[in-house]
């Protein structure tokens, strides 16, 4: 192999990076420095990543569909979804506000399950094209993903502060928790994805 | 090599482990976080608690304590009291709001109210009630209070005066009726109770400051509630001090004398007079009484009804009384009546002079008569005249007081003055009371609308431009809430418009009864048309 | 010799590779992908503490203080950060609260102590009872603390509101504003790789 760890009969703890001799005959081991568990790569990574990119991509539609939030004046109750959130915003001229809600919510949750998608597409197709760069958007993806909470977060302010009896209120809706666990799966998905299968299959080619 | 030997080594120096400047960062956030929380602390104010009747309206944490609608205070918490009856609510004030807290310190609760009464705080749909408080720093600090039922009308801070009135009905007197000085609103009428004797009704009115200057120790009040519509002997009178105060009523004052007379002291007692007219009549020292023997039925004549002299008046009726005669064994009515001899300058004030005058007169013709002053209400009064054509006859002495002779009532001034009644009852302004009313349904009905236009405008975005449109609309609000308070004042069941139409309305009733009365008497006497009312 | 260059496995790649030490500022990383494998910071256990005790100032005073205050036609809404959460789960949405509750509240916080329980009797030469789980859990627990993210939701909530209400900033809000600021700095100069071979040479 190309000088990687795995090859030379080591494995690396995913928590503390100490290198560990694998032990002949077992699958993981326990870190001597830290305790944690050691594996050749991280278990079942795949399979995990992709369960989990399922399961927010099916959360992905409620938490598009239903309202996030409530906003209720002298007795009228108006809805907002993400989408119509962002429209709002457009339409009322505050388009950099806009642009912000728009890429947190909409464009980094999507890319997001799109890059993912692709890793764990082209991992198990064994692709060796330009493992550097995926490995970027790995992290890319993984630093990004958070951001996505924004509009979690507003919806918990506005809900917060919002509440003046029958001149405005704003309530939050179950969009918003959809939204959320769409936001902490891609997460968790991001995290389960081991980064070193993309290198170890561009090794295997190379060899 | 001596020579490097000799050479002394150098010291070691150990160097202390320098501490490092990182720690700067958590010596700045240690004192940053001390500082916020020696802030927060010592800016709390007193925690105060304020017992009321129920919590309506209010809400821990949101509700505010206002003065001059600014926050001085927070509801924190609320609770019932164990024998659950009433409500405690606990409230952090302002720390610099701490030395207004005394014993005349008065809390109340301001929120949107409906009542027979009156409507009140309509604003505060939008805002939420709120509790008012009124600051004092006379008495002792305090932290327990008791709400006031009502917000009360006058404020401690407010510059004037108070002054009692006493008034024998309380007629359509309001708290927060405008009491007015030459028709400029300098006051209002603050409450009203009957006294505990039941003798009287006390109106506490107050005054604001610099007008309560005007209110002089000889000054005069009098009731001008409602257009002051007076169906007399001399028919109708209307007398108001200004278009509002015919709406709801009002008080009016003089200062007679001007700043000759010293102003007077808070709390001084007044008598409210009914009416301006009322303070108006000049005193007369000099009263002669006399008698006057009606044979017919006196029925519209009462003490005070006018005694007048070809229509002017010269005095009143001082007692009417039914008295058995026994000698002729007979029943007679004997009116005492009472001249005012000055009002005609029969006299330069002497008694004696006076009365010989009067007898020369009688001796001349001079006779009274029962005179209807007014039809509707079936009101008479003693109407003296010369009648020289009459047989001579003169005033007799030897009672108790000396009597002027009389003759029979004719009863064509009767009919004549139908007529002239009832084109005064035309003239009663109800044209324009009912104009008044209409726009003033108008513009309700412009409010209704302009809210209903603000609550789309609302609704329209998550993002409402709110913040103008607010005080627009509480300014609307404001408006709404005082045209409905005319409109209830001047249509409610006590309003005064409403009792001067039922009372206009009882009168053309018995005017009516009185008119029938007349035909049916026609009907039966024919005659009476051609030779006049003659008793039978 | 624990700056004696040694060989170590990059965890985005497993390129099997040799780290020299690291001089102070710099940061080595992986030959092959560009991975940041280890922090040359001076004094790091000593900074680690002083920031982590920072931030955990911080972190109580916004907590505990008002953060927001909005006054609409004289009414207004007073709010700390455990309120707002407070009112997720009156509203029925408990799985929400419990999501901004661990992200903006119990993340950094139990983050931080966790750091400090670590880093402290390491200064003096010693190892906590169970400091490397610890030390494990906490890196475990980076991701989800997500301050910086709900201060970008206070400010795009206070634009969508400023049209229609007035927003009092609270002294909570200052406190949390520099609490990112030494948590990011906390966070950003720890010397993972230092501490982990410092707390194996440590004695219980």
Known sequence: ?207 | MSEVDDIPESNIVTKRRRISAIWIIPIVAALVGAWLAYKTISERGPEITIVLHDAEGLEAGKTAIRYREVMVGLVETIEIAEDLSHVVVGARMQKRFARYLTDDTQFWVVRAQVTAGRVTGLGTLLSGAYIAVDPSDEGDPQTQFEALEDPPLVTSQEEGRGFVLRAETKGSLEVGVPVYFRQVQVGEVVRTALDPSGAFVTVDVFVRAPHHQRVRRDSRFWNSSGFDATLDARGVRVDSESVVAMMIGGVGFDAPTGDTAPPADEGAVFSLHPSKRDVDVEQFALKQRYLVHFKGSVRGLEVGSPVEFRGIRVGQVADVRLQYDGAAEDLSIPVVIEIEPERIGMSGGDPVQAADRLARLVERGLRAQLKSGNLLTGQLLVDLDLHPKLPPASVKRGGTYPEIPTIPTPLDELAGSVTRILEKVERLPLDELTAEANGAIRELHGTLEQTRRFTEKVNEGLVPRVDGTIGQTQATLAAAESTLRSVERMFGAESPVNVELARTLAELASAARALRGLADHLDRHPEDLIRGGSEK | MPNAPHVTACPDCDLLQRLPSVPPGGTARCPRCDCVLARGTRHAVERAIALALASLIFLVCANLFPFLRLEVSGRFVDTTIPSSVATLWQQDLPGLAAIVCATTIAAPLVQLLMLLYVVVPLEFGRRAHGAPAVFRLMGRLRPWSMTEVFMLGVLVSLVKLADMADIVPGIALVAFSLMILTLTATFATLDEHGIWERLAEARE
């Not at chain 1, 795995?6 to 995913?14: E, M, N, P, R, S």
């Not at chain 1, 064994?126 to 909470?149: F, K, N």
């Open chain 1, 1 to 207: 192999m190309n000088g990687s760890a795995a090859g030379a009969g080591l494995w690396t703890c995913h928590d503390c990076h100490q290198l560990v001799v694998a032990p002949p005959g077992h699958a993981h081991a326990a870190c001597p420095r830290c305790g944690g568990a050691v594996h050749v790569r991280k278990a079942a990574s795949l399979q995990r990543t992709a369960a989990l990119l399922v399961a927010s991509a099916i959360l992905y539609v409620p938490a598009n569909v239903l309202p996030v939030m409530t906003f209720t004046s002298m007795g009228r109750q108006q809805s907002d979804t993400i989408l119509s959130g962002v429209a709002h915003l457009l339409l009322h001229g505050q388009w950099p506000l806009a642009a912000i809600v728009f890429f947190a919510s909409v464009v980094v949750p999507v890319l997001k399950l799109v890059a993912l998608a692709f890793l764990v597409i082209s991992v198990q197709r064994g692709s060796a094209w330009r493992p550097a760069e995926r490995t970027r958007l790995y992290r890319i993806t993984e630093l990004v993903g958070r951001w996505s909470m924004v509009d979690i977060y507003v919806v918990t302010v506005l809900a917060a502060l919002v509440q003046t009896g029958s001149v405005a209120a704003v309530e939050a809706r179950s969009g918003a928790f959809f939204f959320g666990g769409v936001v902490v799966l891609t997460m968790i998905a991001a995290e389960t994805f081991d980064p070193r299968l993309i290198w170890d299959r561009c090794g295997a080619r190379r060899e």
